[in-house]
């Protein structure tokens, strides 16, 4: 028996999916007090970050606190674009990949920042939290008009040509080599597709691993880039995982200094091999 919960290919409840699509619809928009009828009394919202230069980051706890980070959002930023890339749940949870742009109205600069949205409900199907976890450095550097840095964003997964069988045990053994490699530069696995391309958020300069690799360069380059780091101090651990069709959110913390949460977003070919992968986390106030 697994040591975590792992949940595979279990649709979101169709309540649930209602609650979701009424508080996107709104929120796409930048209407984040349209979606208040979509939230729990005693919801809370979690936002990577520093308060000290990101107003809108910290926990939020009580719907009349998430109402005060509405209207900190309304006066910090305008959202400009909030498109879903992909999507994996459970029936009481979501992990929604975004790709997400911003004006900053004190500094009037744009930036833009792949942004996962980890979305659970309640049993009378209200959004009980929404954990957002995103590198904000580029937020950071748009609020403080320091020279701007690209961010690796992930592309949308492509479909499965096939239904994608998989076990459980098949699901923790591709986390477990993905975490590995991620947190050990332990990358030779059988699991990994010659084509793999692997997403990383961060500032290549300062966190050394950031960027887009494949699996040539994290076999050859990867791993002494790990150890010259050299602040990944503490355990890995697995929390979960999901799978939908052919993608797997795997959800965990520690592996870093920090104990922040972490989420890793892999795709699976139809040889059953990873194709591809990203890593949501913040490095910039977790490091």
């Not at 308060?51 to 606190?65: C, I, V």
């Not at 990383?200 to 050394?208: A, E, F, H, S, T």
């Amino acid at each position: 028996m697994s040591a975590f919960p792992v949940f595979n290919d279990v649709k979101l409840d169709s309540n649930n999916q209602q609650t979701q699509a009424s508080y996107y619809k709104s929120a796409a928009t930048g209407d984040f007090e349209g979606t208040l009828d979509t939230l729990a009394d005693d919801v809370f919202f979690e936002i990577s970050g520093d308060r000290s230069t990101l107003p809108f980051a910290g926990r939020w706890e009580g719907k009349e606190n998430v109402k005060t980070l509405f209207s900190t959002f309304g006066s910090a930023f305008r959202l400009l674009n909030l498109t879903e890339t992909d999507i994996v749940e459970s029936a009481s949870v979501s992990y929604s990949f975004n790709d997400e742009s911003f004006f900053v109205y004190q500094t009037g600069i744009y930036y833009r920042v792949p942004v996962l949205h980890i979305m659970s409900f309640n049993s009378d199907n209200k959004i009980s939290s929404l954990v957002n976890i995103h590198d904000t450095s580029s937020a950071y550097q748009a609020f403080t008009s320091s020279p701007s840095s690209l961010i690796p964003i992930s592309p949308k997964i492509a479909p499965p040509s096939d239904s994608s069988v998989l076990d459980d045990a098949y699901l923790e053994d591709i986390s477990t080599s993905l975490v590995k490699a991620i947190f050990s530069g332990e990358t030779a696995s059988s699991l990994f597709a010659e084509n793999l391309t692997f997403y990383i958020p961060g500032l290549q300069d300062r966190d050394k691993i950031a960027g887009v690799w494949t699996l040539d360069e994290l076999k050859l380059v990867y791993p002494d880039r790990i150890k010259k780091l050299n602040k990944f101090s503490s355990s890995s651990s697995i929390h979960s995982i999901t799978k939908s069709e052919n993608r797997i959110a795997i959800h965990g913390s520690g592996g870093f200094s920090s104990q922040n949460p972490w989420v890793i977003l892999a795709s699976v070919d139809s040889n059953k091999l990873c194709s591809q992968s990203s890593l949501y986390f913040d490095f910039q106030f977790s490091l």
